[in-house]
């Protein structure tokens, strides 16, 4: 009976090895403060995956499992044992995520470096990831703030605001990029009055004000959320202290106009865009496959999943060291051009042993581990809508 | 030397905000002074009810506003100030029928009415969390402004500006005209004189024919509007989130020691030092002080006390300062 149970589960055991099903990790904040939109990012990378199982050209005709696990986006203990959970119980070769910048550098630290799993994060944008040494394990298809933080610095020189006050909201993502922002406009012969961190959720915001108003300056800029921010910058237009603002990223949103009233005209800020024929591509699929395209970092999403799959294809297993070494491969020049929907191709070209430049739904190109280039979009705020001046 | 300037400015930055939020927390500090006086606990779940109370009338603004009903230009919220007032007086004397009597009648030490209230404030902050979620609320409308900093700089011709927004207009006006109907009520009516006479000695009063079940009614009445109108007034000045509902019990309960507990007078004092003490220690005082000094003379620092990061602070360490050196208020209270 023992004998027979045993061999019955060796013979399960076998069969399944025979599907050749590979798993790899979602890690996003499906709980906490995204909780909004890491359904829509993981229903995007879920896509990727699911168009390289359909493909049958994946490793020889093997399929991928995805595997979603939380994230928090805040808690980092809880997003170091989903990680863990992922790796040594799901046995996932590869990690999309995670989200946040906190939990993705936690998770990077203790579990996926000591691990030796690779990690891609569609949304953490700190700068801290350029330099932060990790093997060659780390990835992300949103470009880091320090670049956000140059290009929003030269838009202020270039419409003529060389003396600005700045704020950021109190966390590593406010703090990266406020030096990253301060370092370019000190370079380029700018003064900053004053730097003042914010809280976010307060009440209350005319004493940070205030003190912005103090040191003076022409225009003030706020890098934070919509809530924080947005209250600095309604706040700080309301007691007469400023009139121009800049805001990065983290403030884009419909909200924040609705919630900030008439201060908010003709703001001008940054945010990570994509566009182009792989941008259409990705908004056809998501559309044919009922998955929010306009939701943030849906694109990125994709890609990272997309990259994971292809560096497995590229390294012929699907091992997080063969993924590792192949993501900068798939992911850079040479090769054939591969956008969203033609992923099966990118499969072919890889198994016949020709070489891939992955575009994606967001151009993709990757500078070395933990950095990626990133288009950005300027636009400004008009009649309360959002108006693109270009794109850098 | 530009004096309006500087004053103006000051008054922008610092005193209206500072001169509304104290009139905030005066109203909270009134209820802790009161039920510290008569019913002789630390009231914890104040900030709690506080913003039960505040959810309630967001309710009504929100009843009202689907049909159309309000008051233009003054916020709606106004108009549902008496529905919130009806259900925390009911939530208030429904937590003291099944908690706080019972501790009544077993005349239980203050310490235990303490932790009671500690219960009810996790309750209470839960049932909020539960209507309203934990994010923010504005139920702000009408008009925003009395007048913006353009129309001020327009009207005197100054470099500086100076906004009023009608928030901070009605609360300050409020706030007076409540601690006047709350003094006449207490100094003339019976019973406000029979919650004097409760509090200055409980036997002395159930002797003279003074029913102490009445007055624990009339006293948590009395909080439940000190509460809404608190609660509703912070709410159309800075917005309602619940934590910050909460946030609000240490500098109420600042202001309450610091005047005295158990002193009316004292609470309203109280409530207006520290609001300035916390707004005026972190303020940068260069714009002023630029506008004051003489020609050359103009500071290059940001004179600024402490970092704006530090309110709290302030606000700790007045308590600690009054505790350690005049336990008693500056009004001659009773001592925790």
Redesign the interface.
Known sequence: MKKMLLASTALAFSASMAMADVKMGVLLGFTGPIESVTPHMADAAEMAFREVSESGLFLGGETITPVRADSTCLDASAAQTAAERLISSDGVVAIMGADCTPVTMAVLQNVALSAGVPMISPSATSPAFTTTESNGLFFRTAPSDARQGAILAGIVMERGFDTVALTYT?NDYGAGFANAFEESFLAAGGTIT?K??H?E????Y??????L????GDALVILGYI?GGG?MLRTAY????FETFFIGDGMFGDELIA?VGEGIEGTIGTIPWAEGEGTEAFNALAEAAGVQAGSSFTRESYDAAALLALAAQAAGEATPAGIAANILNVANEPGEPILPGELARGLEILANGGEINYMGATNVTLVGPGEAAGFYREYVIENGEYVTVQFH | MEPLNALVSVS???LI?AFA?GSQLALGALGITLIFSILRFAHFAHGDTMALGTAAVIGGTWFLQARGIGIDPLPTALLAVPFGILVLTGYLLVADRFVYRYYRKVKAKPMIFVMASLGVMFITNGITRLFMGVG?T?FEDGER?LF???QF?DWSGLD????L?SAQAITIITALVVMVALFWFLNRTRAGKSMRAYSDNEDLALLSGINPERVVVITWVITAILLVLAGTL?GL???F?P??YFQLLLPMFAAAILGGLGSPIGAIVGAYVVAFAE?GI???????VTYLAPEGMEPSS???LLP??Y?FAVTFAILVIVLLFRPTGIFKGKVL
């Open positions: 109190n004053s003042v961190a809280e959720a307060r009440g209350d005319s004493a940070e004000v205030g003190q108003a103090a040191a003076g809530d209250s309301e007691l007469g202290a919630s | 922008n930055f610092m905000p939020y923010e504005r402004f913006t900093v353009r700089r500086e500006g100076m906004a927004r912070y000045d800075k917005g989130r934590f910050n707004m972190t303020f940068a005082w260069r714009r002023v940001m004179m600024q704006v990061d309110k």
